[in-house]
C-alpha cells in the first residue's frame, strides 16, 4: 500500500535529520536551511538559498566565469571570446556545452574553440593588459570576419588589478568602435555561476546596447510579429526545435540569446514586440532591463512536454491578435497526434515511474511536467545556484512532501537517493557515474546526455525516448551477480 | 512534420529534414553574416604559406592548446592514494572543472572537494575556508588522508597551505596526527603535468621529511624493492595493470607510487565506491628504501625526481617509452636493478609485437604522421613510429620546452625516418592547423580535441591522448609494454584500412581498390 501524503513528508523530514547527523554541528546547523520537505500552499520551498557553498562539502556548483563564459557569451557564435587568464577554464570548458550552431568555425564563427591568454607568472607579476592588447590584435589579423571580441576574466584578473575596461576600450577605438567587451566574471566573485549570468547580462547592457549604433542596419524592417528567444542555449539544437513552434504560429523570431546567436541579433533585440524567456534565472537581468528601456515586455515560457507547451504557446499568443492566438491553436493541433503517439508509446512503460532531480537554471521546475506527460513523478527536486524566486515559481511545479536541496552536496545526494530509492535520477556528469554504479538509471540534464533536443514537440519525442531507454535497460538487470541476488 | 514516435529522429538528422533547413536558411537574415563570397576567401587564406607566417608569429594569443592547468594534475595525484581525498584551496568552480573533465574522459565518477573561496576570502586570506573545509571533509566523507593543493585565486593572494594546515589542526579540524601533505599548484606556471611533479612531490615530502616538522624524518633502510611512478597518464587504467603485470613476472618487489588506475575503474553492482585502490601510506613509506625508482615520464616528474635522488636512490628516468626498443630499455633496467632475468613469457611477447610489426609494416612505412600531447608520450610514440618505418613529421606539445625539444631532435636523428620531423614545443593546435594544410601528414594523433583538425583539414584522427570524451573505454587497455605496442599498433592500422576503405569504396569508380585481402 502506498503512503500517504503525512508518512511520506515525515518520512522525508526523517531523511534530512539523519542525513545532517554526518555534519559538523555548525555545518549541520547551515546545510539544514537549504533541506526540506515542500509544504503544499507555502509561497516558496522553504529552503535559503544563493548563499555561499560550505568548504570541503563537494558543492557540484561552480563560478561566475562558468555562468559568463560557459552560459551566456560562450555560444554568441560570431564573436570570439578569450578566457583571460591561465589555461584551464578555457580548456575545462571548451566545447563541452554543446551549444549548437551553423558556421565555419575558426573563420565566421568561433563557438567551439579555446581562446586563452594563457597567463604565465610573468603575467601575474607585471599585469597582463599589454598581453591582452597584443590578444586583439592577433585576433583581427588571424580571425578577420570575427564581429567581436569578449574579455572573460579569470580568477587572476580581479586581483592583479587589470584594467581589462580601459584595454577594451582603446581597441575598439582603434578598430573603429568594434565591440570588445570586458567581463568582470572572475571566479571567486558571487556564490556559484548565478552572479556569472547577471554580470554578462549586465555587460550587454552596458557595452553592446549603450555602444550600439540604433541606425547600424537599415536592411532590419520590423514587424508587428517580432519576438526574441531569451535564455535558450541551443544545446542539441533547443532553441531550433522550439524557434520552428513560434514560426509556425506567425510569428517572426528576431534573434536567439544566445544559443546560435549573433551579435546583430543581440544589438536588434530592443527592436523585438516581445521577448519570450525560457531560462529565467540566466537572462531575466537582461529581460528586465529590456522592459524598462526599450519598453519589450517579456514572458516567461517553458517548452518541455506537451502540456507546458500548449500552455506557453496559447501564453505566448495572447500577446499577440487573434491571427496569432488561432494559428496558436493551429500549431497545438498539429502536433496533437504526435505527442498522443509518444505518450501511447512510452507511458505505459513509465507510469509511476519516480524521479529526482538536481539540475541548474530553470530545469529543476521546468521538466516536471515533462516527465508528468508520460506518468512520471518527481520525487526531489533542488536547484545548483537557483534564488528564492526560482523556489517561489517551483511551487506551481512540485507536490507536496516533495524533497527539496538546496545546493545538495555530494554526501547529502548519494544519501538521498539511497533512501528514496528513485527510479530515475537526472543531474549532471559529476553525479552520472555515482548512481550508475549504485544501479540507479540516470540522464544527465544539463547535455541532455549527448542527445536532445528536447525542447518543443519535437524535442518532446527525444525525451520521452531517453527516458524510457535510460530507464527501461536490460543493463540494470545484471548489476547484481546472480549468485549474489 | 519530421519527428516521429515510431521512429524517433535524432538530433543529426532532425535538423537535415527540410523544415529545419528552411527555418536555418531564413535565420541567416537576422545574423547579418559577411558574404558567402567573403567567407570562401578567409577559409581559403587559412590554409596558405601567408597565414601560416602571420600564425607562428603569434606572441600574446593561444587557440586550441593541448595542456591543462597544474591543479588537474594534483587532483590525479590525489586520486592515486589509498582513501585520500583531493582537497582544492580557492574558487570551487575550478574543483567542479576537473570533475567534470576527468568523469568526462574516463566515464567514471572523480570525488574532490574545494575550499569554495569567495570574495571575503579574497581579501582576508582564506585560513577560515580552510578550517572549516578540512572539518567538513573528514567528517562527512571519513577520509584516510587529505591531499591539498591550490587554484590560482589562492596562489595569487598567497594562502600559505602550510601555515594554514597547521592552524586548521589546532582548531581541531582533523586530529593532529591526521595526514594533510599539500602542495602549491598554481595554473600559471606549467601545465598538468607540473601539477602532477608538485603534488606527488607534496605527498612524498610529507612521508619522507617528518609531516612538516610534526614527526621525525624516516631513515632510509636499502632495501630491494623497486618503485614505480607513472606520471601524469590518461590510458592509467590499462597501463598500470600492464605495468604491475610486467612487475610480477619479473617477481620483484615494487612499489607503485601514485596509482589511480583502480578508483577510475570501479564496477557498476550497486555499490558507489568513492575510495578504491591507490597506493597506501606504508607503501609510501616503504618506497623510501627502495633500491631505485623508475619514473616513467621525465617530464611529470622533474622535482619529485630530484627529489627521490637526494634520498639515497638510483632513479632510472624514461620518456614513456611505446613500441618495441622502448620497452626493451624499460625491462633491461628493472633486469639490471633487480639482477632478474627478462621473463621468457615477456620476451616471448617482444617476440610477438615484433612479428605483428613485420607483418604489417608495409602498411605503416613512410607514412608521414603529426602528433600532439604531453612530451614524454611524443617522445615515446615518436620512437614507436619511427620503428615501423613511419615519420613523426609534426610533433607539437603546448606544454613542451627547449630540452624537450633538444630531446626530439635526437631521437629524429637516430633514424633516417626522422629527417623530415620537427619537433614544436609550445606551440597550440592552431599551429598544428596551418601545418596539416602547409605540410599536410596522412594521419593526425592526438585527443578528442584533434577531430576539429580532422574536420578542417581532412586529416584522419587516431584518439591516443587525454582527455578522449567522445570514444569510449580506450583507457581501459593499455600502450605501455609490448601487449600496449601491440594495441598501439593495431589502431595506427585500423585508421590506416578504414581511410583506405572510405577512399575506395565508390561502386564502379574506385572500387577496384577496395579490396578483400591487404
Same mark, same amino acid.
Given at each position: 500500500?502506498?503512503?500517504?501524503?503525512?508518512?511520506?513528508?515525515?518520512?522525508?523530514?526523517? %531523511? /534530512?535529520?539523519?542525513?545532517?547527523? *554526518?555534519?559538523?554541528? +555548525?555545518?549541520? !546547523?547551515?546545510?539544514?536551511? $537549504?533541506?526540506? &520537505?515542500?509544504?503544499?500552499?507555502?509561497?516558496?520551498?522553504?529552503?535559503?538559498?544563493?548563499?555561499?557553498?560550505?568548504?570541503?562539502?563537494?558543492?557540484?556548483?561552480?563560478?561566475?566565469?562558468?555562468?559568463?563564459?560557459?552560459?551566456?557569451?560562450?555560444?554568441?557564435?560570431?564573436?570570439?571570446?578569450?578566457?583571460?587568464?591561465?589555461?584551464?577554464?578555457?580548456?575545462?570548458?571548451?566545447?563541452?556545452?554543446?551549444?549548437?550552431?551553423?558556421?565555419?568555425?575558426?573563420?565566421?564563427?568561433?563557438?567551439?574553440?579555446?581562446?586563452?591568454?594563457?597567463?604565465?607568472?610573468?603575467?601575474?607579476?607585471?599585469?597582463?593588459?599589454?598581453?591582452?592588447?597584443?590578444?586583439?590584435?592577433?585576433?583581427?589579423?588571424?580571425?578577420?570576419?570575427?564581429?567581436?571580441?569578449?574579455?572573460?576574466?579569470?580568477?587572476?584578473?580581479? %586581483? /592583479?588589478?587589470?584594467?581589462?575596461? *580601459?584595454?577594451?576600450? +582603446?581597441?575598439? !577605438?582603434?578598430?573603429?568602435? $568594434?565591440?570588445? &567587451?570586458?567581463?568582470?566574471?572572475?571566479?571567486?566573485?558571487?556564490?556559484?555561476?548565478?552572479?556569472?549570468?547577471?554580470?554578462?547580462?549586465?555587460?550587454?547592457?552596458?557595452?553592446?546596447?549603450?555602444?550600439?549604433?540604433?541606425?547600424?542596419?537599415?536592411?532590419?524592417?520590423?514587424?508587428?510579429?517580432?519576438?526574441?528567444?531569451?535564455?535558450?542555449?541551443?544545446?542539441?539544437?533547443?532553441?531550433?526545435?522550439?524557434?520552428?513552434?513560434?514560426?509556425?504560429?506567425?510569428?517572426?523570431?528576431?534573434?536567439?540569446?544566445?544559443?546560435?546567436?549573433?551579435?546583430?541579433?543581440?544589438?536588434?533585440?530592443?527592436?523585438?514586440?516581445?521577448?519570450?524567456?525560457?531560462?529565467?534565472?540566466?537572462?531575466?537581468?537582461?529581460?528586465?532591463?529590456?522592459?524598462?528601456?526599450?519598453?519589450?515586455?517579456?514572458?516567461?515560457?517553458?517548452?518541455?512536454?506537451?502540456?507546458?507547451?500548449?500552455?506557453?504557446?496559447?501564453?505566448?499568443?495572447?500577446?499577440?491578435?487573434?491571427?496569432?492566438?488561432?494559428?496558436?491553436?493551429?500549431?497545438?493541433?498539429?502536433?496533437?497526434?504526435?505527442?498522443?503517439?509518444?505518450?501511447?508509446?512510452?507511458?505505459?512503460?513509465?507510469?509511476?515511474?519516480?524521479?529526482?532531480?538536481?539540475?541548474?537554471?530553470?530545469?529543476?521546475?521546468?521538466?516536471?511536467?515533462?516527465?508528468?506527460?508520460?506518468?512520471?513523478?518527481?520525487?526531489?527536486?533542488?536547484?545548483?545556484?537557483?534564488?528564492?524566486?526560482?523556489?517561489?515559481?517551483?511551487?506551481?511545479?512540485?507536490?507536496?512532501?516533495?524533497?527539496?536541496?538546496?545546493?545538495?552536496?555530494?554526501?547529502?545526494?548519494?544519501?538521498?537517493?539511497?533512501?528514496?530509492?528513485?527510479?530515475?535520477?537526472?543531474?549532471?556528469?559529476?553525479?552520472?557515474?555515482?548512481?550508475?554504479?549504485?544501479?540507479?538509471?540516470?540522464?544527465?540534464?544539463?547535455?541532455?546526455?549527448?542527445?536532445?533536443?528536447?525542447?518543443?514537440?519535437?524535442?518532446?519525442?527525444?525525451?520521452?525516448?531517453?527516458?524510457?531507454?535510460?530507464?527501461?535497460?536490460?543493463?540494470?538487470?545484471?548489476?547484481?551477480?546472480?549468485?549474489?541476488? | 512534420?519530421?519527428?516521429?514516435?515510431?521512429?524517433?529522429?535524432?538530433?543529426?538528422?532532425?535538423?537535415?529534414?527540410?523544415?529545419?533547413?528552411?527555418?536555418?536558411?531564413?535565420?541567416?537574415?537576422?545574423?547579418?553574416?559577411?558574404?558567402?563570397?567573403?567567407?570562401?576567401?578567409?577559409?581559403?587564406?587559412?590554409?596558405?604559406?601567408?597565414?601560416?607566417?602571420?600564425?607562428?608569429?603569434?606572441?600574446?594569443?593561444?587557440?586550441?592548446?593541448?595542456?591543462?592547468?597544474?591543479?588537474?594534475?594534483?587532483?590525479?595525484?590525489?586520486?592515486?592514494?589509498?582513501?585520500?581525498?583531493?582537497?582544492?584551496?580557492?574558487?570551487?568552480?575550478?574543483?567542479?572543472?576537473?570533475?567534470?573533465?576527468?568523469?568526462?574522459?574516463?566515464?567514471?565518477?572523480?570525488?574532490?572537494?574545494?575550499?569554495?573561496?569567495?570574495?571575503?576570502?579574497?581579501?582576508?586570506?582564506?585560513?577560515?575556508?580552510?578550517?572549516?573545509?578540512?572539518?567538513?571533509?573528514?567528517?562527512?566523507?571519513?577520509?584516510?588522508?587529505?591531499?591539498?593543493?591550490?587554484?590560482?585565486?589562492?596562489?595569487?593572494?598567497?594562502?600559505?597551505?602550510?601555515?594554514?594546515?597547521?592552524?586548521?589542526?589546532?582548531?581541531?579540524?582533523?586530529?593532529?596526527?591526521?595526514?594533510?601533505?599539500?602542495?602549491?599548484?598554481?595554473?600559471?606556471?606549467?601545465?598538468?603535468?607540473?601539477?602532477?611533479?608538485?603534488?606527488?612531490?607534496?605527498?612524498?615530502?610529507?612521508?619522507?621529511?617528518?609531516?612538516?616538522?610534526?614527526?621525525?624524518?624516516?631513515?632510509?633502510?636499502?632495501?630491494?624493492?623497486?618503485?614505480?611512478?607513472?606520471?601524469?597518464?590518461?590510458?592509467?587504467?590499462?597501463?598500470?595493470?600492464?605495468?604491475?603485470?610486467?612487475?610480477?613476472?619479473?617477481?620483484?618487489?615494487?612499489?607503485?607510487?601514485?596509482?589511480?588506475?583502480?578508483?577510475?575503474?570501479?564496477?557498476?553492482?550497486?555499490?558507489?565506491?568513492?575510495?578504491?585502490?591507490?597506493?597506501?601510506?606504508?607503501?609510501?613509506?616503504?618506497?623510501?628504501?627502495?633500491?631505485?625508482?623508475?619514473?616513467?615520464?621525465?617530464?611529470?616528474?622533474?622535482?619529485?625526481?630530484?627529489?627521490?635522488?637526494?634520498?639515497?636512490?638510483?632513479?632510472?628516468?624514461?620518456?614513456?617509452?611505446?613500441?618495441?626498443?622502448?620497452?626493451?630499455?624499460?625491462?633491461?633496467?628493472?633486469?639490471?636493478?633487480?639482477?632478474?632475468?627478462?621473463?621468457?613469457?615477456?620476451?616471448?611477447?617482444?617476440?610477438?609485437?615484433?612479428?605483428?610489426?613485420?607483418?604489417?609494416?608495409?602498411?605503416?612505412?613512410?607514412?608521414?604522421?603529426?602528433?600532439?600531447?604531453?612530451?614524454?608520450?611524443?617522445?615515446?610514440?615518436?620512437?614507436?613510429?619511427?620503428?615501423?618505418?613511419?615519420?613523426?613529421?609534426?610533433?607539437?606539445?603546448?606544454?613542451?620546452?627547449?630540452?624537450?625539444?633538444?630531446?626530439?631532435?635526437?631521437?629524429?636523428?637516430?633514424?633516417?625516418?626522422?629527417?623530415?620531423?620537427?619537433?614544436?614545443?609550445?606551440?597550440?593546435?592552431?599551429?598544428?592547423?596551418?601545418?596539416?594544410?602547409?605540410?599536410?601528414?596522412?594521419?593526425?594523433?592526438?585527443?578528442?580535441?584533434?577531430?576539429?583538425?580532422?574536420?578542417?583539414?581532412?586529416?584522419?584522427?587516431?584518439?591516443?591522448?587525454?582527455?578522449?570524451?567522445?570514444?569510449?573505454?580506450?583507457?581501459?587497455?593499455?600502450?605501455?609494454?609490448?601487449?600496449?605496442?601491440?594495441?598501439?599498433?593495431?589502431?595506427?592500422?585500423?585508421?590506416?584500412?578504414?581511410?583506405?576503405?572510405?577512399?575506395?569504396?565508390?561502386?564502379?569508380?574506385?572500387?577496384?581498390?577496395?579490396?578483400?585481402?591487404?
Amino acid at each position: 500500500m502506498s503512503m500517504t501524503i503525512d508518512e511520506k513528508k515525515a518520512q522525508n523530514a526523517a %531523511l /534530512i535529520d539523519e542525513v545532517l547527523k *554526518a555534519y559538523p554541528e +555548525k555545518t549541520a !546547523k547551515k546545510r539544514a536551511k $537549504h533541506l526540506n &520537505v515542500h509544504e503544499e500552499g507555502k509561497p516558496d520551498c522553504g529552503v535559503k538559498s544563493n548563499i555561499k557553498s560550505l568548504p570541503g562539502v563537494m558543492t557540484i556548483r561552480g563560478c561566475a566565469y562558468a555562468g559568463s563564459k560557459g552560459v551566456v557569451w560562450g555560444p554568441i557564435k560570431d564573436m570570439i571570446h578569450i578566457s583571460h587568464g591561465p589555461v584551464g577554464c578555457g580548456q575545462y570548458s571548451w566545447a563541452a556545452r554543446r551549444n549548437y550552431y551553423i558556421g565555419v568555425t575558426g573563420v565566421d564563427t568561433f563557438v567551439t574553440m579555446q581562446f586563452t591568454s594563457d597567463f604565465q607568472e610573468k603575467d601575474i607579476v607585471f599585469g597582463g593588459d599589454k598581453k591582452l592588447e597584443v590578444i586583439m590584435d592577433e585576433i583581427q589579423q588571424l580571425f578577420p570576419l570575427n564581429k567581436g571580441i569578449s574579455v572573460q576574466s579569470e580568477c587572476p584578473i580581479g %586581483l /592583479i588589478g587589470d584594467d581589462i575596461e *580601459a584595454v577594451s576600450k +582603446k581597441k575598439s !577605438k582603434e578598430y573603429n568602435g $568594434h565591440t570588445i &567587451v570586458p567581463v568582470r566574471c572572475e571566479g571567486f566573485r558571487g556564490v556559484s555561476q548565478s552572479l556569472g549570468h547577471h554580470i554578462a547580462n549586465d555587460a550587454i547592457r552596458d557595452w553592446v546596447f549603450d555602444k550600439a549604433d540604433p541606425d547600424k542596419r537599415p536592411d532590419f524592417v520590423s514587424t508587428p510579429y517580432d519576438v526574441a528567444i531569451i535564455g535558450d542555449y541551443n544545446i542539441g539544437g533547443d532553441a531550433w526545435s522550439s524557434r520552428i513552434l513560434l514560426e509556425e504560429m506567425g510569428l517572426r523570431v528576431i534573434a536567439q540569446w544566445s544559443g546560435d546567436g549573433t551579435i546583430a541579433e543581440l544589438e536588434n533585440t530592443p527592436k523585438a514586440k516581445l521577448n519570450v524567456l525560457h531560462c529565467y534565472r540566466s537572462m531575466n537581468y537582461i529581460s528586465r532591463h529590456m522592459e524598462e528601456k526599450y519598453g519589450v515586455p517579456w514572458v516567461e515560457y517553458n517548452f518541455f512536454g506537451p502540456t507546458k507547451i500548449e500552455e506557453s504557446l496559447r501564453e505566448i499568443a495572447s500577446h499577440f491578435d487573434d491571427t496569432i492566438k488561432a494559428n496558436a491553436e493551429k500549431v497545438i493541433a498539429k502536433y496533437k497526434p504526435l505527442m498522443q503517439a509518444v505518450i501511447d508509446k512510452y507511458r505505459p512503460r513509465l507510469e509511476g515511474k519516480k524521479v529526482m532531480l538536481f539540475v541548474g537554471g530553470l530545469r529543476p521546475r521546468h521538466v516536471i511536467g515533462a516527465y508528468e506527460d508520460l506518468g512520471m513523478e518527481v520525487v526531489g527536486t533542488g536547484y545548483e545556484f537557483g534564488h528564492n524566486d526560482d523556489y517561489q515559481r517551483t511551487t506551481h511545479y512540485v507536490k507536496d512532501g516533495t524533497l527539496i536541496y538546496d545546493d545538495v552536496t555530494g554526501y547529502e545526494f548519494e544519501k538521498f537517493v539511497e533512501k528514496v530509492k528513485p527510479d530515475l535520477v537526472g543531474s549532471g556528469i559529476k553525479e552520472k557515474y555515482v548512481f550508475q554504479k549504485m544501479g540507479v538509471p540516470f540522464r544527465q540534464m544539463h547535455s541532455w546526455d549527448y542527445s536532445g533536443p528536447y525542447h518543443g514537440y519535437d524535442g518532446f519525442a527525444i525525451f520521452a525516448r531517453d527516458m524510457d531507454m535510460a530507464i527501461s535497460s536490460p543493463i540494470w538487470g545484471l548489476s547484481k551477480a546472480p549468485w549474489k541476488k | 512534420m519530421p519527428q516521429s514516435a515510431d521512429k524517433v529522429i535524432d538530433h543529426e538528422n532532425l535538423f537535415r529534414e527540410p523544415e529545419y533547413q528552411d527555418m536555418l536558411a531564413n535565420k541567416k537574415a537576422f545574423e547579418f553574416n559577411h558574404s558567402d563570397a567573403k567567407i570562401q576567401e578567409i577559409v581559403q587564406w587559412t590554409k596558405t604559406e601567408d597565414y601560416k607566417q602571420k600564425n607562428f608569429a603569434r606572441e600574446g594569443l593561444t587557440v586550441n592548446p593541448a595542456k591543462a592547468c597544474q591543479p588537474l594534475g594534483a587532483v590525479y595525484v590525489a586520486n592515486g592514494f589509498h582513501k585520500t581525498l583531493s582537497f582544492v584551496h580557492g574558487s570551487q568552480g575550478c574543483v567542479a572543472y576537473y570533475r567534470s573533465h576527468f568523469s568526462r574522459h574516463f566515464k567514471e565518477p572523480t570525488s574532490c572537494v574545494s575550499s569554495s573561496m569567495t570574495e571575503d576570502a579574497a581579501v582576508f586570506g582564506g585560513l577560515n575556508n580552510m578550517i572549516d573545509g578540512l572539518a567538513n571533509t573528514y567528517n562527512l566523507y571519513q577520509p584516510d588522508m587529505i591531499a591539498v593543493s591550490t587554484t590560482c585565486m589562492a596562489e595569487v593572494i598567497g594562502d600559505d597551505l602550510n601555515a594554514f594546515i597547521k592552524t586548521a589542526k589546532e582548531k581541531g579540524s582533523v586530529p593532529q596526527e591526521f595526514d594533510v601533505p599539500f602542495a602549491h599548484t598554481p595554473a600559471f606556471v606549467g601545465s598538468h603535468i607540473t601539477g602532477y611533479d608538485n603534488a606527488l612531490l607534496g605527498v612524498l615530502k610529507h612521508f619522507w621529511d617528518g609531516k612538516a616538522d610534526t614527526a621525525p624524518k624516516l631513515t632510509r633502510v636499502p632495501g630491494e624493492a623497486i618503485n614505480f611512478i607513472g606520471g601524469f597518464d590518461g590510458f592509467v587504467v590499462g597501463n598500470m595493470k600492464e605495468i604491475k603485470r610486467i612487475m610480477d613476472l619479473f617477481g620483484v618487489e615494487y612499489n607503485v607510487i601514485c596509482d589511480p588506475s583502480e578508483v577510475w575503474n570501479t564496477p557498476t553492482d550497486g555499490e558507489f565506491r568513492m575510495y578504491e585502490g591507490g597506493t597506501t601510506k606504508e607503501t609510501v613509506e616503504r618506497a623510501l628504501n627502495a633500491k631505485a625508482t623508475i619514473i616513467f615520464q621525465e617530464f611529470s616528474c622533474e622535482k619529485t625526481a630530484k627529489f627521490i635522488g637526494e634520498h639515497g636512490q638510483e632513479v632510472v628516468v624514461l620518456n614513456s617509452p611505446i613500441g618495441v626498443a622502448g620497452t626493451d630499455r624499460f625491462l633491461m633496467e628493472i633486469s639490471r636493478l633487480t639482477g632478474k632475468p627478462i621473463p621468457a613469457q615477456l620476451e616471448k611477447e617482444r617476440g610477438l609485437l615484433v612479428d605483428a610489426m613485420a607483418d604489417s609494416q608495409a602498411h605503416l612505412h613512410g607514412k608521414r604522421y603529426a602528433l600532439y600531447g604531453d612530451p614524454d608520450f611524443l617522445l615515446g610514440l615518436s620512437e614507436f613510429l619511427l620503428e615501423l618505418g613511419a615519420e613523426p613529421a609534426h610533433v607539437v606539445a603546448t606544454n613542451g620546452e627547449k630540452d624537450w625539444e633538444a630531446k626530439m631532435n635526437t631521437l629524429f636523428a637516430s633514424s633516417q625516418y626522422g629527417a623530415a620531423c620537427k619537433a614544436y614545443p609550445k606551440r597550440d593546435l592552431w599551429h598544428l592547423r596551418s601545418l596539416l594544410f602547409t605540410e599536410p601528414v596522412d594521419f593526425l594523433i592526438g585527443n578528442t580535441y584533434g577531430k576539429y583538425l580532422e574536420r578542417d583539414t581532412g586529416t584522419p584522427l587516431i584518439r591516443m591522448v587525454f582527455p578522449i570524451f567522445d570514444r569510449h573505454h580506450y583507457h581501459v587497455r593499455p600502450i605501455w609494454g609490448y601487449e600496449g605496442g601491440m594495441r598501439v599498433l593495431v589502431d595506427l592500422l585500423d585508421e590506416y584500412f578504414e581511410t583506405l576503405d572510405a577512399n575506395t569504396i565508390v561502386a564502379g569508380k574506385t572500387d577496384y581498390s577496395y579490396d578483400i585481402i591487404r
